[in-house]
């Protein structure tokens, strides 16, 4: 069975600061995909980045990065100089094998001027 | 091009009814995954249906059951509604069983009084 962990139910930051949001997950699959998506206030789920569990590369793209860690099933997401835009709730995905996605509960970002 | 669609926006049952919600997939995909979403939870997968069979199935009752279209369109109905069953219901789609990456509609926000 997967599980997806997300610790911080949610995180107060005032704009312009840096936040890590956490995940953890298990899986007894070698081949995995973890996700991480953004839901906005509409509701909609905003695909943000897709990392298979063969690549731990970090990846940067402009404000956001990720860091992959396998040896302690974790992959946190970094936000650096917070701006009120990204007042969201963000979920951390897994997807093994032919399963479909299990998402951890998620963590509310709140970003203030 | 558009992306996944979903109606209605907004529902409010009875209980004891039924409801069919419908989504339609992002253009080029064939895979249409359903997720129900409670307040404060993440998304919960429902089932999925690629050729116009359901080929997986989350935790939920019979009382919860689909359909998909030759054009890849698909609904979600839901017999003798519960208080419980309101929620965020989420449609995503996806190319080939297997989806890598599920881009999400919008949601169709079911409430049950």
């Known amino acids: 069975a997967q599980k997806v962990t997300q610790a911080q139910t949610e995180i107060s930051v005032v704009e312009k600061e840096d936040v890590t949001l956490d995940c953890v997950y298990e899986t007894r699959d070698t081949t995995y995909y973890l996700f991480w998506y953004k839901q906005p206030p509409s509701g909609e789920l905003v695909f943000l980045i897709r990392?298979?569990?063969?690549?731990?590369q970090n990846e940067i793209s402009g404000r956001y990065s990720w860091n992959f860690q396998k040896s302690t099933s974790s992959f946190n997401f970094t936000i650096t100089a917070s701006q009120v835009v990204d007042s969201a709730v963000y979920f951390c995905?897994?997807?093994?094998?032919?399963?479909?996605?299990?998402f951890g509960k998620g963590t509310m970002l709140l970003v203030s001027p | 091009d558009a992306g996944v669609t979903q109606s209605p926006t907004h529902l409010i049952k009875t209980r004891g009814q039924q409801v069919t919600l419908r989504c339609s997939p992002k253009?080029?995909?064939?895979?249409v995954s359903w997720y129900q979403q409670a307040l404060g939870q993440g998304p919960q997968f429902i089932f999925q249906?690629?050729?116009?069979?359901?080929?997986q199935r989350g935790n939920f009752p019979d009382r919860f059951s689909g359909h998909q279209y030759p054009n890849y369109s698909s609904e979600l109905n839901v017999n003798a509604l519960l208080l419980g069953d309101s929620a965020l219901y989420l449609c995503a789609s996806s190319y080939g069983v297997v989806g890598y990456e599920q881009y999400f509609g919008p949601g169709t926000r079911l409430t049950v009084t």
């Open positions: 249906y690629y050729e116009e069979e359901e080929r």
């Open positions: 253009s080029g995909h064939d895979t």
């Open positions: 990392r298979n569990s063969f690549d731990e």
């Open positions: 995905a897994l997807k093994a094998g032919y399963s479909t996605l299990t």
